[in-house]
């Protein structure tokens, strides 16, 4: 299974929204199906994953930090966009409980333009969490020797990485040129 992860992102508020090969958003006016369907073409995009300036620009078609930034939000100073894919985990070609791969990105406001301060991306086990400050970049992996049993167990993990993610500083290294 696939999803979108979105907070303080416009209306949602650490939300994890399921995809499936065939989706349907049904809602009524208002109540985030435009914003979705905007945050979902700017992951389409190849030039969001492979050639990141860190900003989001005008053809994404979100607006300026301050339309982004959930209005209800406790802390209006970033917001979180993400996809987190389920897989079953193989081993040997046996089946061995499921996996997951994610990536979460956090932006802040840079001259009214949200611009990418932290990159968390999981997968093989490992969290590596880029911070990018000024023209400093800072690193940090980890080992993450997680097994999972449910979808359940992996949407929680999720959750608890990105949030706990968000204010960690600590461990991290110089990224080198």
């Known amino acids: 299974m696939r999803y979108i992860y979105m907070h303080n992102f416009r209306g949602f508020s650490d939300t994890l929204v399921p995809l499936s090969q065939t989706s349907f958003l049904v809602g009524e006016n208002s109540t985030g199906k435009s914003s979705f369907l905007k945050l979902l073409y700017l992951f389409s995009r190849p030039h969001f994953w492979f050639l990141p300036d860190f900003t989001l620009h005008e053809d994404s078609d979100l607006g300026g930090f301050q339309d982004i930034v959930s209005a209800w939000a406790v802390d209006k100073a ?100």
């Open 78 to 177: 970033y917001f979180q966009i993400g996809v987190l894919a389920t897989r079953n985990a193989t081993r040997n070609n046996k089946r061995s409980g499921l996996d997951a791969v994610f990536t979460a990105h956090t932006f802040v406001e840079k001259d009214g333009a949200p611009e990418l301060s932290r990159y968390l991306h999981f997968a093989d086990k490992k969290i590596t969490t880029l911070i990018f400050a000024g023209k400093e970049t800072r690193y940090k992996t980890v080992e993450a020797q997680r097994n999972f049993s449910s979808e359940t167990e992996i949407l929680d993990y999720f959750r608890d990485i990105v949030s706990s993610d968000r204010g960690d500083t600590s461990g991290f290294s110089r990224f080198p040129k």
